[in-house]
């Protein structure tokens, strides 16, 4: 048995890893019965009732529904007189299915007897405005009547109730203690069974409820600023309620209330205030003076999450299981890219990053080794660029192809390519109120993946996904958050390529991005990009060390740390398109390079001849020297000493040697007579 079989033999619903239901006798459309599975109960459940009914009775009810036996036992204190219930101190709302109130007892001299013996409203009122009378119903009966009117109090209510000895109804202007509150929904019932995942507001005046009916926006209200029965939340279980603040005290005060009065039960509590209003204007107000349901829509956007209850907190008891049965992590390729994570790759501009992640999208695309790593799956790759125009994406694109000579059928229904300039995706900006996230844009995204069966979408770069402060820590969580979410909720591994900051001298690490630091605690893999530096240029005999980048896993939280780093180069590659006026474009494209090892294609015998030519001469250990030792090893391997790759073969090789003892280094006199390092034969090679 779990909570949606529960939810399915009581009429209910989940919410928050409980079971929201109607209660015994109550209509269908009433939440105010809790069932929660524990198996620390007697009968493993866990039953609450917030309409004040007999819990007892309500346990009983659940068990017989759910089709179990209970074994009676009998209650604690049996055989002394039971404890009498005390009843609520008002009944909890209810919206249907409630008896019809006995009258209030009239005290000397009070008027306020009944009237309107019979009627389905009570009688006209004395300086009532018209289409101010708001009439409060259930199961489709009015049993409350609130007039607006222009003397004397500003309200008068009136309620349906009975005279038992008279056996009549009729109305009266007093509140009876025995009324079963219920809320006034206006032209559009938020209670709707069809409206149930609808957002659902609540102002605090019936005007307010009248005036976002209009607007297409379901609400309801108990009445005013003091009217929030106890135990209304239950009406209110697993919706996203929205909270309209009138701009005064009364009214900040009520909106406290409801939150409390709602926390527990609802999915979601937003509370949206007018505070550029006059001191007691309200919603209705703001619409006359311009407001419109879509700047409605953006301030509930941007407004914090006053409430949004989570399951309940328990410590689960761990048991033993198969390690070979826990499913791997879903790592696509190497140990950047996985599923239901976002990565990000932090470069200078100018390096390259974008023509890396280009060739891994084609190597993810159709499953081939490109840079040296195999992917564990092949998948769909989505690219969307914010700051290129596509023709430039489809130059890049076509270049790698053209460099892994890769085919149109290698691609096709593989690879998606937009553009920011024409499809541009802006899932959050800066407000007044704060962060504003673009639901819309992000479930549009969400859509176009799964639709697309996306498994690695490339954001490049990621400022020209948000329009927020970079600098602001909680704005970019906010943002990275969505990102994180949307990857969880279609399992794709989403890359945000990201700018390290301008002026960022030496190397740059993955905590050197531009702006807020909240980006890269989201992220599940984090990689740095930095160019060859001279130093690095020099080892290596480069000629153009610009042409030359190295990455490494700087943050890679569920990976191995990465040994060293990964080296790739941009070569030109020549699209053919030249035409009479222009020439053809040369475009970059990432390629896999090693760092050159010294000792390829050099054997033992090599290591002897170098021997054999120190031993026949004296040699200095410093390159400057005109007796450098190295000008004895590039003679030996016919090597040229001007040449930039093969000085730094020959450097290579002699640290090695000295290092392992084939060759060393003593101190000796110059033919000037000063003390300097001389390198001879060490062990002789066999």
Known sequence: MDVQSIARALGGVVSGGQVMAPAPGHSARDRSLSIRLDPSAPDGLLVNTFAGDDLLAAKSYVMQRLGLERVPRPARGAGRPARPRPAPARPAPQLGRAPIPEMTPLAPGDLRGLQAIGEPEPPPVTSEVPGRRHIYRRDGQAVRVKIRKTRGAAFIDFYLVKDSEQRITGWQAKRPASYVPVPYVGSLDPFDGELAHDAVFWPEGEKDVDTLARLGLPAFTYGGAQDVPEGCGALLAGRDVVILIDNDGPGRECAERKVAACAEAAARVRVVGFSELDEGQDVSDWIEAGGTVERLWQRVEAAEVEAEPGPPIRATPFRWIDPAAIPPRGWIYGWHYIRKFIATTIAPGGIGKSSLVIVEALAIATGQALLG????????????????????????????????????????????????????????????????????????????????????????????????????????????????QIADETGCAIELVHHARKGQGGEVTVEDGRGASALLSKARAGRALNVMTEEEAERAGVENRRLHFRYYDGKANLAPPADSSTWLRLASVDLGNARADRPADSVGVAESWRWPDPFTGVTTADLRAVQQKVSEGRYRESSQAKDWVGRAVAEALRLDVENKADRAKIKGLLKTWIRTGALRIVDDQDERGNKRPFVEVGEWAT
């Open 373 to 484: 790593i195999t992917p564990n799956e092949s998948t769909p790759v989505w690219i969307w660029n914010g700051e290129d125009p596509r023709e430039e994406m489809e130059r890049r694109v076509m270049a790698a192809a053209l460099r892994y000579r890769l085919r149109p059928e290698d691609l096709e229904g593989r690879l998606f390519l937009d553009s920011g300039r024409t499809a541009p995706i802006v899932i959050a900006r800066q407000t007044r109120e704060g962060t504003a996230i673009a639901e819309p844009v992000v479930e549009a995204v969400k859509a176009a993946i799964r639709d697309n069966g996306i498994g690695v979408f490339v954001v490049d770069p990621f400022v020209s996904s948000h329009e927020v402060s970079e600098n602001d820590n909680g704005a970019i969580n906010a943002v990275a958050t969505v990102w994180a």
